[in-house]
């Protein structure tokens, strides 16, 4: 039975790596590059595409959460992603924007530490705070995917 276990997390493991594909695309005027990934239904009602904009030495980047079936919304100052990490640890990751109605999505920037912590711990909830709360539970597939494409977007290797 463990072996069983093993053999289908690993399996599980090698679809998720066949199915990272980065799409890449050079400003010629601005000289950067934005590369993008992107993870359809993270949970049910949830999206989420990960962004790398390089220019120059400088690496950012982006979570972009989508939304689905809600009616657009005002994202503010008090617009927030909350990860509730395992051991009930909650990471919240604030809104930069500016105010922007008429949406149902949100940006956020991750630092290099924020990106070690979402990789090293499993992500249990998100919740996504633009006018009300709305939470989406992460299923364990579902969050290995996720470190699969953040690994994929930190790595240099374009598929």
């Known amino acids: ?81 909350y990860f509730l990490l395992e051991k009930d640890e909650v990471q919240e990751f604030p809104y930069r924007g500016k105010i922007d109605c008429g949406g149902t999505s949100i940006i956020i920037r991750l630092d290099e530490e924020q990106i070690n912590l979402l990789l090293n711990s499993k992500i249990k909830q998100i919740r996504i705070l633009i006018e009300s709360n709305k939470d989406f539970s992460i299923s364990e597939k579902k969050d290995l995917l996720f470190k699969e494409n953040l690994k994929c977007l930190l790595s240099d290797n374009k598929k």
């Open 1 to 81: 039975m463990k072996r069983f276990l093993i053999f289908t997390l690993l399996f599980s493991l090698q679809l998720f790596s066949q199915d990272c594909k980065i799409k890449v695309e050079k400003d010629a005027f601005n000289m950067t590059i934005k590369s993008k990934i992107i993870q359809n239904n993270l949970s049910a009602g949830l999206s989420c595409d990960f962004y790398k904009l390089e220019k120059s030495d400088e690496k950012t980047y982006y979570l972009s959460f989508f939304l689905n079936n809600i009616t657009s919304q005002c994202l503010t100052e008090k617009s927030k992603v």
